[in-house]
């Protein structure tokens, strides 16, 4: 597959967004449609999940357009956080939204098991949504996951966005299943659970949906918090500075390595051992950004001269 230019990236990108946007519109217009006229939590549920990401892929889409501007008075340090914040705060709207489902459910059972009997399932418009649902989330997903590949791996909110329609794919499936086996035996087995069957399922996938959220969540908390990038990404700065420390006869006194969107820092405190000039220091720079971005797409090297690693000695420590 040829290599994409950044405008072009930048392209696919949006589109990919834009996709995004007018199907998980149809998702969250279907799922609240077909959530009314059949009495389905779960159903319900799938649709407000979609109405988020039609709203995470509209705010996702105009952080793209902007996220390789370099710095500028507004944003001293560019606008990479953008896609960190993006990341965190849709994970984080989306454990709200699981919480409050789970809540519902068990006060539906809850309901229930007190001596009220809710309102039965209508399943008709059941068999019409869920085949559309689940064949538009698997359009979503692959669209996404194409165009990532396409554009090198490195754009998060794609890598999300397909994650969220593979799952939401998962979820419109689950909640299929166990709806139809609900319908099929509500006269036998599952007697005693059809009238709550509901929102048994939706207690269900939302226990299983909690896990990935709360991980996505951590891991743009974490960037934002400035925490080191994984080791495989330290592992691999450090090979691909080694040649350019090489050649300068210098020593690398230490290294850190962080991730923040799809960019990563990598800050080099680096003793020249001789006098250098501003002219060497911005030639050796430019040659370990390079040699960097080989490794790292997207990275940036901040090159520190000193004698010291990140933290001072406990004998110059001035705090």
């Known amino acids: 597959m040829a290599p994409q230019n950044a405008d072009n990236k930048k392209y696919l990108e949006s589109r990919s967004l834009g996709v995004a946007m007018w199907g998980n519109l149809?998702?969250?217009?279907?799922?609240m449609l077909a959530g009314v006229l059949s009495n389905s939590n779960a159903i319900m549920m799938d649709g407000l999940f979609s109405l988020i990401g039609f709203g995470s892929a509209l705010?996702?889409?105009?952080?793209?357009r902007r996220i390789d501007a370099g710095p500028d008075k507004a944003r001293p340090f560019g606008y990479a956080a953008d896609e960190a914040i993006f990341s965190t705060f849709r994970s984080l709207s989306l454990l709200g939204l699981v919480l409050f489902a789970i809540t519902n459910a068990i006060k539906s059972i809850y309901n229930y098991l007190s001596g009220m009997t809710p309102e039965p399932l209508n399943f008709a418009p059941m068999i019409v949504y869920f085949s559309g649902i689940g064949l538009t989330c698997a359009i979503l997903w692959g669209f996404h996951h194409f165009t990532w590949h396409r554009t090198g791996k490195s754009s998060s909110i794609l890598r999300l966005e397909?994650?969220?329609?593979?799952?939401?794919g998962l979820i419109t499936a689950a909640a299929g299943a166990g709806l139809g086996a609900i319908y099929l035996f509500r006269d036998g087995p599952l007697a005693s659970v059809a009238p709550v069957g509901d929102s048994v399922i939706v207690l269900l996938l939302c226990l299983l949906a909690i896990g990935s959220y709360v991980r996505d969540f951590r891991g743009g908390l974490g960037e934002l918090a400035g925490a080191s990038a994984s080791p495989e990404s330290v592992a691999a700065a450090r090979r691909s500075l080694r040649s350019a420390i090489a050649e300068d006869g210098g020593a690398l006194q230490d290294m850190s390595v962080t991730k923040l969107g799809r960019t990563f820092l990598v800050t080099v405190y680096y003793n020249p051992g001789r006098p250098v000039s501003a002219a060497e220091i911005d030639g050796l720079n430019l040659r370990m950004i390079h040699d960097a971005r080989k490794a790292l797409t997207g990275a940036d090297v901040l090159l520190v001269i000193t004698e010291h690693p990140r933290r001072w000695p406990e004998a110059l420590n001035p705090f």
């Not at 149809?26 to 799922?31: N, T, V």
């Open 162 to 168: 397909a994650k969220a329609a593979m799952f939401d």
């Open 59 to 64: 705010l996702g889409r105009r952080i793209s």
């Open 26 to 31: 149809f998702m969250a217009a279907a799922g």
